[in-house]
């Protein structure tokens, strides 16, 4: 009788004190927020449609800002390091020494290299970039990790490996809007479409393309197109469009001077297969990435190393073809403009894929955004030199199919067809043109995702060992523990007792089961009351142990485990209720938990996000 009343006690009062302590701590983060938040009504901001929109176009602006600073900043660099003729760009490779070209990325690699080192002492976890995060987080980015990324790719740009800055430019828009709404406070879906919002307004901005910028927020970051996310995007895209063209303007990546008439049916077909052959481009581009950096590794085993020999073999590239260095810009706008024979747009195709899958293995920090669309364009030429080699009746020009593989390339390996479209659209303002990237870039898609099933984006979470595909929030899954849903007013009883005495405590009816500890508090296993309460046991009720009822004790669970994990061991265990321990070699009881009362409130959070997948207003607080 003590014993049990010492166990049950000792439960009961485990139990208030966890009570107890979760005020204390929700109080301590609720001050925390309202320092942060300056006092700021956030209730009413939370529940303002009108306010998060507000908050999106400010955002967009500051952005946008920064997008042309970092801009102009890299710009800068390129020119002092590389020694740029006035209104040149880096990838035109025109009047760079080749000592230059081979001293300046090596040089830039070791520097990276030397940061990564210290920097992974100090933060040694991966950067969640805005993917990453609105898919399992919420939207929740760190601003510091967003700034350590930036600088990594200000460098290997600056530099001159064969990366892009969108990456930087995303990731700081992303990261800023993200913190934003923290301080705010806000909702778990408003975070998310504010954290696409940084996203859009940082594209819109780089490329002078707000449609482009919207739809890269809503197929790579948001994952989806809603209702409720359409306003803040697009005031975001716009507010940074108009922001970096009034301060110190952006030029397009590209432009297209002649327009492109007289498409017909024939030349669709010809655009299709374009679009079929640049899937499997993409695909052999991210795979050469993935070659890249496994070579890396076993060549390097000295992380701080791998960059500075990455920027030695880029360098040795860029000798030989020195459009392989930078993102692409000025090699593109080249490539456009002239009509490069079919043996030079095969070796620029081959010495860029290969620049860029040595700069990312090697461990440069950057993007495949505007080395993609080069690719593609390349691509696009190789193609129509073959096509009109082998049917000189297409009428269509090589700029068309040097567009339609532009996009074509670019939606296979970022993942985002749409945008690609829009982007096109944007700058060359040309319909014809447009639908012709249209069938390419649907192709593309297609061919990539049958065969494939990554962008480069979610293929680099496949290899980390992340479980997503894109943008769609699965987070929540992760968010919703046991610790969160388990009752702390368990019965626990010694192993030693009687069965005797266990009913008295404990009459028929009263509770379903008791948790079996031994005289160190260890779990030790469940007793169903309905086997104590066995008429067959009177005889030997002052007799027979507790312990000798005691079934499961393999099965448990623990305050971290998602909810989808915890019904898996439901269902293992065949059992309906199951203790929650402190831990795996402690054995602490500190709750329990059903799979009645697990499953309701997993199939209520399923049944919300699907709501908001549909664009239907968010169901927030349902039990």
């Given at each position: 009788?003590s014993?049990?009343?010492r166990y049950?006690?000792?439960?009961?009062a485990?139990g208030?004190?966890?009570?107890?302590?979760?005020?204390?701590?929700?109080?301590?983060?609720?001050?925390?927020g309202?320092?942060?938040?300056?006092?700021?009504p956030?209730r009413?901001?939370?529940?303002?449609e009108?306010?998060?929109?507000?908050?999106?176009?400010l955002?967009?602006?500051?952005?946008g800002f920064?997008?042309?600073?970092?801009?102009?900043?890299?710009e800068?660099?390129?020119?002092?390091v590389?020694?740029?003729?006035?209104g040149?760009y880096l990838?035109?490779g025109v009047?760079?020494?080749?000592?230059?070209?081979l001293?300046?990325?090596?040089?830039?690699?070791?520097?990276v290299g030397?940061?990564?080192?210290?920097v992974r002492?100090?933060?040694?976890g991966?950067i969640?970039?805005?993917?990453?995060a609105?898919?399992?987080?919420?939207g929740?980015m760190?601003?510091?990790?967003?700034?350590?990324l930036?600088?990594?790719?200000?460098?290997?740009?600056?530099c001159?490996?064969?990366?892009?800055?969108?990456?930087?430019?995303?990731?700081?828009?992303?990261?800023?809007?993200?913190?934003?709404?923290q301080?705010m406070r806000l909702?778990?879906?408003?975070?998310?479409?504010?954290?696409?919002c940084g996203?859009?307004?940082?594209?819109?901005?780089?490329?002078?393309a707000p449609?482009?910028g919207?739809f890269?927020?809503?197929?790579?970051?948001?994952g989806?197109?809603?209702?409720?996310?359409l306003?803040?995007?697009?005031?975001?895209?716009?507010?940074?469009?108009?922001?970096a063209?009034?301060?110190?303007g952006v030029?397009?990546?590209f432009t297209?001077?002649a327009?492109?008439i007289?498409?017909?049916?024939?030349?669709y077909?010809?655009?299709?297969?374009?679009?079929f052959?640049?899937?499997?481009?993409?695909?052999l581009?991210?795979?050469?990435?993935?070659?890249?950096?496994?070579?890396?590794?076993?060549?390097?085993?000295q992380?701080?190393?791998?960059p500075?020999?990455?920027?030695?073999?880029?360098g040795?590239?860029?000798m030989a073809?020195p459009?392989?260095?930078?993102?692409?810009?000025?090699?593109?706008q080249m490539?456009?403009?002239?009509q490069?024979?079919l043996?030079?747009?095969?070796?620029?195709?081959?010495a860029?894929i290969?620049?860029?899958?040595?700069?990312l293995?090697s461990?440069?920090?950057?993007?495949?955004?505007?080395s993609s669309?080069?690719?593609?364009?390349?691509?696009?030429g190789?193609?129509?030199?073959?096509?009109l080699?082998?049917y000189?009746?297409l009428?269509?020009?090589?700029?068309a199919?040097m567009?339609?593989?532009m996009?074509?390339?670019?939606?296979?390996?970022?993942?985002?067809?749409?945008?690609?479209?829009?982007l096109?659209?944007?700058?060359?303002?040309d319909?014809?043109a447009?639908l012709g990237?249209l069938?390419?870039?649907?192709?593309?898609?297609?061919?990539?995702r049958?065969?494939?099933?990554?962008s480069?984006?979610?293929?680099?979470?496949?290899?980390?060992?992340v479980?997503i595909r894109?943008?769609h929030?699965?987070?929540w899954i992760?968010?919703?523990?046991?610790?969160r849903l388990?009752?702390?007013?368990?019965?626990?009883?010694a192993?030693?007792m009687?069965i005797?005495?266990?009913?008295?405590?404990?009459?028929?009816?009263?509770?379903?089961?008791?948790?079996v500890?031994?005289?160190?508090?260890q779990?030790?296993g469940?007793v169903?009351?309905?086997?104590v309460?066995?008429p067959?046991?009177?005889?030997k009720?002052d007799?027979v142990?507790?312990s000798?009822l005691?079934?499961n004790?393999?099965?448990?669970?623990?305050?971290?485990?998602?909810v989808?994990t915890?019904?898996?061991?439901?269902?293992e265990a065949?059992e309906e209720?199951?203790?929650?321990?402190?831990g795996?070699?402690?054995r602490?009881?500190?709750?329990?938990?059903?799979?009645?009362?697990?499953?309701?409130?997993?199939?209520q959070?399923?049944?919300?996000?699907?709501?908001?997948?549909?664009?239907m207003?968010?169901?927030y607080g349902?039990?």
């Amino acid at each position: 009788m003590s014993e049990a009343t010492r166990y049950t006690s000792g439960a009961q009062a485990k139990g208030n004190d966890a009570k107890s302590e979760s005020p204390s701590g929700q109080a301590d983060q609720s001050r925390l927020g309202r320092r942060l938040s300056l006092s700021i009504p956030t209730r009413k901001l939370r529940n303002s449609e009108l306010v998060l929109i507000l908050v999106s176009g400010l955002l967009g602006g500051v952005v946008g800002f920064g997008v042309m600073l970092l801009h102009d900043f890299v710009e800068f660099l390129h020119h002092l390091v590389f020694d740029l003729a006035e209104g040149r760009y880096l990838s035109e490779g025109v009047g760079i020494a080749p000592a230059t070209m081979l001293v300046v990325p090596t040089l830039g690699g070791l520097l990276v290299g030397t940061l990564m080192f210290f920097v992974r002492r100090w933060r040694p976890g991966e950067i969640v970039d805005p993917i990453e995060a609105n898919a399992l987080f919420g939207g929740k980015m760190s601003l510091i990790d967003s700034f350590r990324l930036t600088v990594s790719t200000l460098i290997s740009n600056g530099c001159g490996a064969s990366v892009g800055m969108e990456a930087a430019y995303t990731q700081t828009g992303a990261g800023l809007s993200s913190t934003v709404g923290q301080v705010m406070r806000l909702r778990r879906g408003d975070l998310r479409v504010l954290t696409g919002c940084g996203a859009a307004a940082a594209i819109a901005a780089a490329f002078n393309a707000p449609l482009a910028g919207a739809f890269y927020a809503f197929e790579l970051v948001i994952g989806s197109y809603t209702l409720a996310a359409l306003a803040p995007v697009a005031v975001a895209a716009v507010t940074a469009t108009l922001v970096a063209r009034m301060t110190i303007g952006v030029a397009p990546i590209f432009t297209v001077d002649a327009p492109l008439i007289g498409v017909g049916a024939i030349d669709y077909a010809a655009f299709a297969l374009v679009g079929f052959a640049s899937g499997w481009l993409g695909i052999l581009t991210m795979q050469a990435v993935t070659l890249s950096e496994r070579l890396f590794r076993r060549m390097s085993p000295q992380i701080w190393a791998r960059p500075a020999i990455g920027g030695f073999c880029v360098g040795l590239i860029a000798m030989a073809v020195p459009q392989v260095l930078g993102s692409g810009h000025g090699a593109l706008q080249m490539s456009l403009d002239g009509q490069l024979a079919l043996p030079v747009l095969l070796a620029l195709l081959s010495a860029k894929i290969l620049a860029s899958a040595i700069s990312l293995g090697s461990g440069f920090r950057g993007g495949l955004f505007s080395s993609s669309l080069f690719l593609g364009s390349l691509f696009g030429g190789i193609l129509a030199e073959l096509a009109l080699g082998l049917y000189p009746e297409l009428s269509v020009s090589q700029t068309a199919f040097m567009l339609v593989g532009m996009g074509s390339v670019a939606a296979a390996i970022i993942g985002a067809p749409i945008t690609m479209v829009m982007l096109v659209l944007e700058i060359t303002a040309d319909f014809p043109a447009t639908l012709g990237v249209l069938t390419g870039v649907v192709v593309s898609s297609v061919v990539v995702r049958k065969a494939f099933g990554y962008s480069f984006a979610t293929w680099r979470f496949h290899l980390r060992g992340v479980p997503i595909r894109g943008a769609h929030d699965v987070g929540w899954i992760e968010d919703l523990t046991v610790g969160r849903l388990m009752r702390r007013d368990q019965k626990i009883v010694a192993e030693d007792m009687r069965i005797a005495a266990l009913r008295r405590i404990y009459p028929l009816g009263s509770v379903k089961q008791v948790f079996v500890v031994d005289e160190s508090g260890q779990y030790m296993g469940l007793v169903d009351m309905a086997a104590v309460h066995n008429p067959d046991l009177d005889e030997k009720a002052d007799e027979v142990q507790v312990s000798g009822l005691a079934r499961n004790v393999r099965y448990f669970l623990l305050p971290r485990t998602n909810v989808r994990t915890a019904l898996k061991h439901f269902s293992e265990a065949e059992e309906e209720t199951l203790p929650v321990l402190d831990g795996p070699s402690s054995r602490k009881i500190v709750g329990y938990l059903t799979e009645a009362y697990a499953l309701r409130r997993y199939n209520q959070e399923l049944e919300k996000q699907r709501s908001d997948e549909l664009g239907m207003k968010n169901l927030y607080g349902a039990d």
